[in-house]
């Protein structure tokens, strides 16, 4: 499982010019570990998540996700792609108000077309792995903010992805919840062996992470070990 950007630029329409959200940016996230991406409003940390995520189309460069290079596939095999290889974690949960937690990581294997059973029995089964058995009939105003966003982590995982992208993921919650939801992507990671991409403001989840990259105008420095 890997996600891999190589040389990427990307660029925005700007008055009567173009402004760089991206420049050339080579970034290798291996299976298995957590690599962080910091840098300041407006560095080209969301733009980076959405070229990963395969939602956007680079100027130049390529995005390989689990050693598939998605340059030139058409957008019915990208929708696939993300379905079945991206899980993707907003830093918002979004979660849909008249649904149980155990029904919105349901929801995601049957637009997939999964069967019903086998979909209910990895729905408890991942939300077990993130704390919440005992939540699983519970709508999202039963839960906490901290939990809710645990059911958004579980959901991204619903379909078993390589890479898992995670945007700000603590930014609604306080301090120590917010540590133990980077706690808990830092221990599916290691245990599902995802390449995950972690973007974060707040320099205390960075001692979770394996590596720390930053981007600083759209460009990256290369990642240098955390800690
Ligand atoms: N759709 C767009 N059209 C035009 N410019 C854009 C667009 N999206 C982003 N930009 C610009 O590209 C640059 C990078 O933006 P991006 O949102 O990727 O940064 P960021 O690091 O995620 O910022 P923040 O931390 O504030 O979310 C910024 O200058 C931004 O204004």
Same mark, same amino acid.
């Not at 939990?147 to 078993?160: F, G, P, S």
């Given at each position: 499982?890997?996600?891999?950007?190589?040389?990427?630029?990307?660029? #925005?329409?700007?008055?009567?010019?173009?402004? &760089?959200?991206?420049?050339?940016?080579?970034?290798?996230?291996?299976?298995?570990?957590?690599?962080?991406?910091?840098?300041?409003?407006?560095?080209?940390?969301?733009?980076?998540?959405?070229?990963?995520? =395969?939602?956007?189309?680079?100027?130049?460069? &390529?995005?390989?996700?689990?050693?598939?290079?998605? &340059?030139?596939?058409?957008?019915?095999?990208?929708?696939?792609?993300? @379905? #079945?290889?991206?899980?993707? *974690?907003?830093? !918002?949960?979004?979660?849909?108000?008249?649904?149980?937690?155990?029904?919105?990581?349901?929801?995601?294997?049957?637009?997939?077309?999964?069967?019903?059973?086998?979909?209910?029995? +990895?729905?408890?089964?991942?939300?077990?792995?993130?704390?919440?058995?005992?939540?699983?009939?519970?709508?999202? #105003? !039963?839960?906490?903010?901290?939990? +809710? !966003?645990?059911?958004?982590?579980?959901?991204?995982?619903?379909?078993?992805?390589?890479?898992?992208?995670? /945007?700000?993921? =603590?930014?609604? %919650?306080? #301090?120590? +919840?917010?540590?133990? *939801?980077?706690?808990?992507?830092?221990?599916?990671? @290691?245990?599902?062996?995802?390449?995950?991409?972690?973007?974060?403001?707040?320099?205390?989840?960075?001692?979770?992470?394996? +590596?720390?990259?930053?981007?600083?105008?759209?460009? %990256?420095?290369?990642? /240098?070990?955390?800690?």
């Amino acid at each position: 499982m890997s996600l891999i950007l190589t040389d990427v630029t990307l660029t #925005h329409p700007d008055g009567d010019g173009r402004l &760089t959200a991206l420049d050339r940016v080579t970034l290798e996230v291996p299976g298995g570990g957590l690599t962080a991406v910091v840098g300041p409003s407006g560095s080209g940390k969301s733009s980076l998540l959405a070229v990963a995520a =395969t939602l956007i189309t680079p100027d130049s460069g &390529t995005v390989a996700v689990d050693g598939t290079d998605t &340059t030139g596939l058409s957008r019915g095999e990208l929708a696939g792609l993300r @379905r #079945h290889r991206i899980g993707i *974690v907003f830093q !918002q949960p979004n979660l849909l108000p008249s649904l149980t937690a155990a029904e919105q990581l349901q929801v995601m294997a049957r637009l997939d077309g999964r069967r019903p059973r086998s979909a209910r029995g +990895r729905a408890l089964e991942l939300l077990d792995a993130v704390g919440l058995a005992d939540h699983a009939g519970r709508r999202p #105003h !039963q839960l906490s903010g901290g939990q +809710r !966003q645990r059911v958004n982590i579980a959901r991204a995982l619903m379909n078993d992805p390589g890479v898992l992208l995670v /945007d700000e993921p =603590t930014s609604a %919650l306080d #301090h120590e +919840r917010g540590a133990a *939801v980077v706690d808990l992507i830092t221990r599916l990671t @290691r245990e599902r062996g995802t390449a995950t991409v972690l973007v974060t403001h707040d320099r205390a989840q960075l001692a979770a992470a394996d +590596r720390v990259a930053r981007l600083h105008d759209g460009r %990256l420095s290369p990642p /240098d070990p955390a800690g």
